[in-house]
């Protein structure tokens, strides 16, 4: 299908493109996927969906990642981490540099869109892409305007997307050959040097986490969202590997959004009009939703085919361990549409806790939350990097480290407020190990863990007694429907009691040395929930 569309001629001129290449605005996913095949940047699956590698990059680049320091964000920005200030003046270089190149390429393609459902909140995006692939995945990912809404569109924020692009650092004032470049003041991403699709979404995730919280006094959250029958909101957030996608695909309850979210004094609104989930082991048994998503129209990248066919080998880990597939939310059978919910009546703090001492489930007082929302615990298991043999423990603040322009405890004091002026409960999940830190215990079954969740969910945890963790504070079920109750306490899953508190103190005095470097932001109130390490 071709596109009737009239292009942005003037507005993109204005941004420097000169029409000196063929460009192509506002394609269906059909005609990019056959941009794609034509160019020889892609395969089809036997699914449908369309496979692509990333090259060199399969991941994100945090120390490749700068904002424009300027009189907006000079002293608005928590400088520091992963917010790494970058002079304006390179900010302008890199600028020119992508607009030479992407005009000296032969077809470049430009996508209008949205990000935020709620129309409150709605921002206008603009994305001109070097490759078709990628404009594939912003079709995804964003939400798209009616014929009506693109008569009259004016981006907001410009993304120029431009991978094949090596930057010379000395002259951009960078690391390396490769970078993402935020300015607030000009309303631009630059992405260069890199082909990893989730520098588009989540540079836009940047921005709606500066400008919402400060102007709108909308709560920016990196967490999965649905909603049950009655109406009844639930929040995750953690870190990737936590399960975070997975125990938010809930056939019983209508998906919200899978990673992006803003929560206003109305409701809970997704950013996204997509959903990017890890693909490492998926199946049809585990994950039906997500299984049946990748079909046409569908992004894989970085997977490869059993041999001989092109059917896709979900464990094949050979190029990545961070296997990803890019579909719009429409393609889960219960999405909510416009993604919208009501205000929250439960939030889980998902974490895979590798050293296999913390409670699989556990009811977090309001300061107990915001201490544990700040510290964004998981763990990384060995073999997963070089060097890693024993458990390693990783804290994000506020579950997005690298995507939070201001103080986590920004965050925090929002989080806290809008638990104290409504009835959410918050639940910490432990989605790692029990009876034993990795390569001694076992990883929690699914099973169990959706079991909780549903009884969180359902009100049942309300009727049945708690019991305190001595050394996090947190409180711990001694009962739950459809859960053993040997597995509720981590301390009684091990046979070595002793090497169960020596672990737990250890980690405990890990969460105290993390948030050092936080405690001049945050209240009394919550530097009292750490835990108690001796």
Not at 215 to 237: I, P, R
Request: with cysteine.
């Amino acid at each position: 299908m071709i596109s009737t569309i009239a292009m942005p001629i003037k507005g993109l001129k204005k941004i420097g493109l000169t029409f000196q290449n063929n460009i192509h605005y506002q394609l269906q996913p059909d005609e990019l996927v056959k941009d794609t095949l034509k160019r020889d940047e892609g395969e089809l699956a036997d699914n449908g969906a369309l496979v692509i590698k990333t090259g060199e990059f399969t991941g994100r680049c945090p120390k490749d990642k700068f904002i424009v320091s300027d009189e907006l964000t000079a002293d608005t920005v928590h400088w520091g981490g992963f917010n790494q200030p970058i002079e304006e003046k390179y900010f302008h270089v890199i600028y020119g540099k992508i607009m030479h190149y992407l005009n000296g390429r032969e077809d470049i393609w430009v996508r209008d869109c949205f990000a935020c459902a709620d129309p409150q909140y709605k921002l206008s995006i603009r994305v001109v892409n070097e490759t078709p692939a990628l404009n594939l995945f912003a079709y995804n990912m964003f939400m798209r305007p009616s014929e009506q809404e693109l008569e009259n569109f004016e981006p907001e924020w410009t993304i120029l997307n431009a991978p094949g692009l090596k930057l010379n650092a000395t002259e951009c004032g960078i690391r390396q050959s490769n970078a993402a470049v935020v300015s607030f003041k000009h309303k631009t991403i630059l992405i260069a040097g890199t082909g990893y699709t989730g520098e588009i979404k989540k540079g836009i995730f940047t921005i709606l986490n500066y400008v919402l919280p400060q102007q709108e006094g909308v709560l920016s959250m990196h967490c999965s969202a649905n909603m049950g029958e009655n109406g009844d909101t639930a929040l995750f957030f953690g870190l990737s590997g936590t399960g975070k996608t997975t125990l938010s695909a809930d056939p019983e309850r209508k998906l919200i959004g899978d990673d992006e979210h803003g929560w206003s004094d109305k409701n809970v609104f997704n950013f996204e009009g997509g959903c990017y989930a890890k693909c490492i082991g998926l199946s049809k048994e585990k994950e039906p939703e997500i299984f049946n998503a990748v079909r046409e129209g569908a992004l894989l990248e970085n997977i490869n085919f059993y041999e001989g066919t092109h059917t896709v080998n979900y464990d094949d880990a050979s190029i990545t361990e961070n296997t990803r597939v890019s579909y719009p939310l429409s393609y889960i059978s219960n999405a909510i549409e416009p993604s919208i919910g009501n205000q929250p009546k439960n939030i889980f703090f998902l974490t895979c806790d590798a050293n296999g001492v913390l409670p699989p489930i556990s009811r977090l007082n309001p300061a107990q939350a915001m201490y544990q929302f700040i510290s964004g615990y998981t763990a990384k298991v060995a073999g997963t990097e070089a060097g890693i043999t024993e458990p390693k423990s990783t804290f994000s603040a506020c579950f997005g480290a690298p995507f939070i322009p201001l103080h986590p405890g920004k965050y925090a004091e929002m989080l806290g407020e809008k638990l104290k002026s409504t009835n959410v409960k918050v639940w910490l999940i432990n989605t790692g190990w029990t009876g034993g830190s990795y390569g001694v215990g076992n990883r929690m079954k699914l099973s169990y863990t959706r079991a909780m969740i549903s009884a969180a969910l359902k009100g049942e945890l309300d009727k049945v007694n708690f019991e305190a963790d001595p050394v996090f504070g947190f409180e711990m079920p001694l009962s739950c429907p459809n859960v053993p109750v040997d597995i509720l306490n981590p301390r009684n899953t091990w046979d070595n009691k002793t090497a169960y508190d020596e672990r737990a103190n250890a980690l405990a005095l890990e969460f105290v040395k993390n948030f050092e470097k936080y405690e001049a932001g945050v209240s009394e109130e919550i530097l009292k929930a750490a835990p108690k390490a001796v």
